[in-house]
């Protein structure tokens, strides 16, 4: 079954930085993006940026621009995200999602990151 | 880009109908058809319940619609169910070339 499988729980220290993976199965990964989407605690999700599963190109929020860094690997299929000069505010539970830019249908399930001194 | 603006919460009786309302602007919502409608249960990843205004994807029951109507989309559940209590985010594509998510509404079967 179509799946996306994300690495576990990350405690990092302010300032840090931090890679997330989401490994897809069950589908031609090259057919679809993938959609970084952030939750803090007790609040709404917020989209972070998308990365083509064909030819690499991605498009980052403005919030983010500089400090993320999205990457795939086709060999494994697998789609990475960096967090740079971590804050606390940084904070969240993380989600990958294949997004066909229509509609975010299939979604990892979830990493949590917590940034604490 | 700012959120959508979504009402806060809303309730019904089992059997009721209930709409949830996302308002934005001709630079979002009403610019373009790729609003989609995601439900969230506590603890769980969101699940995606309508995508391009109006489409369910396989597996989502009936129950469950979308509309649009200028700047302001709509999902409605009807035949509310004790399994339909979640949180609800609305999405749309952006004239920014990005998506942009509502604050979410919480949804309670009384």
């Known amino acids: 079954q179509v799946q996306l499988v994300q690495s576990g729980a990350e405690v990092k220290t302010p300032g840090a930085s931090v890679e997330v993976s989401c490994k897809a199965s069950g589908y031609i990964f090259t057919s679809y993006g993938i959609s970084w989407v952030r939750q803090a605690p007790g609040q709404g999700l917020e989209w972070m940026g998308w990365?083509?599963?064909?030819?690499?190109?991605?498009i980052y929020a403005q919030t983010f621009q500089g400090r993320v860094t999205m990457t795939i690997d086709l060999s494994t299929s697998t789609a990475y995200m960096e967090v740079r000069r971590l804050r606390s505010d940084d904070t969240a539970v993380y989600y990958c999602?294949?997004?066909?830019?229509?509609?975010?249908?299939?979604w990892g399930q979830g990493t949590t990151v917590t940034v604490s001194s | 880009q700012s959120a959508l603006t979504q009402p806060a919460s809303v309730s019904g009786s089992p059997g009721q109908s209930v709409t949830i309302s996302c308002t934005g602007t001709s630079s979002d919502v009403g610019g373009y058809n790729y609003v989609s409608w995601y439900q969230q249960h506590p603890g769980k990843a969101p699940t995606l319940m309508i995508y391009?205004?109006?489409d369910r994807p396989s597996g989502v029951s009936n129950r469950f619609s979308g509309s649009k109507s200028g700047n302001t989309a709509s999902l409605t559940i009807s035949g509310l169910q004790a399994e339909d209590e979640a949180d609800y985010y609305c999405s749309s594509y952006t004239s920014s070339g990005t998506p942009v998510f509502g604050a979410g509404t919480k949804v309670t079967v009384l």
């Open positions: 391009e205004v109006s």
């Open positions: 999602a294949r997004d066909p830019w229509n509609g975010m249908d299939v």
């Open positions: 990365i083509s599963g064909y030819n690499y190109k991605t």
